[in-house]
């Protein structure tokens, strides 16, 4: 694999608290625009290893890489910036603004969209120009996920999977190169989960962007991953494709015990 394809790339990344070592050793060379699975069982670091990518936390060892630049001490915000966006495990929306001004969140760190202060105090055209621009990407980015008839609902008064899409929505409005999704598929019925990942490929394709997932649905993750790394006790117990990984003894062994 050619380095320039690489986007995000990881190099002997870990952490430790308090002595105790989370996550050892792991490397991940991910190339532009694939959908790459992170997987393992309850506890193995896959969640630690996002907060981690994304400057939650801060490694101990190792680093890691967004284009061939290191990001090891950034804050959230510089790693945002830069050009990652997540999702978390338990959803966080604004729960009592409206699903659009959600998303309208999202879009406010794009240089596009900004304005200087006295602008918008003094509510010049330029002000309402820039107001209008982005609500309409806003409700661009809400077709893409079918919300834009829900865009003046509460965050909270929306169903559990409807919530999911509307976080990836959220963090797609801050126009990331990786996007990362901690448990997408969590709490979804079938149909919705076939759905999410007919989405996950088109926002892949139409905003040219690569997507890195956590996921404990096997059918969800072989589906639509291209590739896998499977965690176990904080370390890398197997990569590659996705099927073969998948099957493998050792990951079955970790899966079911024995």
């Known amino acids: ?12 990344l870990g952490i430790s608290f308090g002595g105790l070592k989370a996550v050892d050793d792991v490397n991940l060379k991910i ?3 694939a959908l790459y699975g992170l ?14 990518l994304t400057g939650v936390y801060q490694p101990t060892t190792g680093t890691f890489l967004l284009e061939g630049e290191p990001l090891l001490g950034k804050t959230q915000e510089q790693i945002n910036r830069k050009g990652m966006a997540r999702t978390f495990q338990n959803i966080r929306l604004f729960n009592n603004m409206s699903v659009i001004r959600n998303v309208l969140v999202g879009l406010h760190n794009q240089p596009e969209f900004k304005y200087n202060p006295i602008t918008g105090m003094l509510r010049m055209p330029a002000y309402y120009e820039c107001e209008y621009a982005m609500r309409e990407r806003a409700k661009e980015i809400l077709d893409v996920f079918g919300l834009r008839t829900e865009r003046n609902n509460l965050a909270c008064n929306l169903s559990y999977g409807t919530q999911r899409k509307l976080e990836i929505a ?10 990362l999704l901690d448990e ?5 019925n079938p149909n919705e989960t076939v759905e999410l990942m007919e989405i996950i490929r088109k926002i892949r394709d139409d905003f040219d962007l690569t997507v890195l997932l956590i996921e404990h649905d096997m059918k969800f993750v072989s589906g639509l991953c291209d590739e896998v790394t499977v965690l176990n006790f904080g370390t890398t ?5 996705t ?3 998948l099957s493998d003894p050792e990951v079955i062994k970790a899966y079911i015990g024995g």
């Open 1 to 12: 694999m050619a380095e320039k394809d690489i986007i995000l790339e990881t190099q002997n």
């Open 31 to 33: 190339k532009r625009r």
């Open 39 to 52: 997987v393992g069982p309850n506890g193995a670091g896959k969640t630690t290893v996002f907060n981690m």
């Open 170 to 179: 959220r963090a797609l409005a801050t126009n990331p190169k990786v996007l």
């Open 184 to 188: 997408p598929a969590a709490g979804m």
């Open 237 to 241: 117990l197997v990569q590659g494709k």
């Open 243 to 245: 099927a073969d990984a």
